[in-house]
């Protein structure tokens, strides 16, 4: 199975370590979603924007892991989205994004550049 990531567990960001036994795929784009800056890390919503981030391959291990981390108290949902490596899953935010910051380039990586109140 495949997931994407698109904040703190991109290469070389504070969460990276929980995906130490994914295989790596490749950079990819989503349309269609808006990122928010959260804290110390983002989340995805429904939009008009475009979102970078990354492909893994993961086992049903790291995937449990992974939804222990991201789904607890309902903060985020996955939802299946294409890719060009196939299906993936994606963690869409669930909460409130009121007061929060979008990230109008919509990448993690570049999030002090631009943010949009």
């Known amino acids: ?3 994407i990531v698109y904040g703190s567990l991109r290469r ?4 990276s ?14 349309d269609g979603f808006d990122l928010y800056n959260l804290g110390h890390y ?13 492909v893994y391959r993961i086992d049903a291990s790291t995937l449990a892991e992974l939804d222990a981390l991201r789904c607890k108290n309902g903060e985020y949902k996955r939802q299946l989205t294409q890719t060009p490596y196939g299906s ?4 869409v935010y669930q909460r409130s994004i009121a007061g929060r910051d979008r990230i109008a380039s919509g990448d993690w990586l570049k999030r ?3 943010q949009e109140a």
Do not use: F, S
């Open 1 to 3: 199975m495949r997931i």
């Open 12 to 15: 070389k960001q504070g969460n």
């Open 17 to 30: 370590h929980w995906m130490t036994n994914a295989q790596w795929l490749g950079d990819h784009q989503i």
């Open 42 to 54: 983002p989340g995805v919503v429904a939009g008009t924007g475009t979102v970078y981030c990354e």
């Open 88 to 91: 993936a899953w994606l963690y």
């Open 112 to 114: 002090d550049d631009n």
